[in-house]
């Protein structure tokens, strides 16, 4: 069956850097595209960013735009975010998500960021 596994959150100052990395198996990885997601408590999730199935292209929310960049290695079949110059409103649970068609969206449990000082 379909699993994300996510994995390298963890407590960032301000200013600081993290790399997610999602682990993904059961389909065929690089034929999809793939996307992070967030949500901070108390409000929705949203998407973060979205990268194509081969890494040639990648969309971002304005928010995170010039800091945050998303990237993949289908040998691994891995997805990853990279994320610089944390700001306290970045505090949120990362979701990795696997968007295969409208009946088979999956998402991954979710790792935790926490950006403060």
């Known amino acids: 069956q379909v699993q994300l596994v996510e994995s390298g959150g963890g407590l960032v100052q301000p200013g600081g850097s993290l790399r997610l990395s999602c682990a993904a198996s059961g389909f065929t990885f690089s034929m999809y595209p793939m996307s992070w997601y967030r949500q901070a408590p108390g409000k929705e999730r949203e998407l973060v960013a979205t990268?194509?199935?081969?890494?040639?292209?990648?969309t971002y929310a304005a928010s995170v735009k010039g800091r945050f960049t998303i990237s993949r290695d289908n040998a691994k079949n891995t997805v990853y975010l990279e994320m610089n110059s944390l700001k306290p409103e970045d505090t949120a649970v990362y979701y990795c998500?696997?968007?295969?068609?409208?009946?088979?969206?999956?998402w991954g449990k979710g790792t935790l960021v926490t950006v403060s000082s």
């Open positions: 998500n696997a968007f295969l068609s409208p009946h088979m969206n999956y």
């Open positions: 990268i194509t199935r081969f890494g040639g292209s990648s």
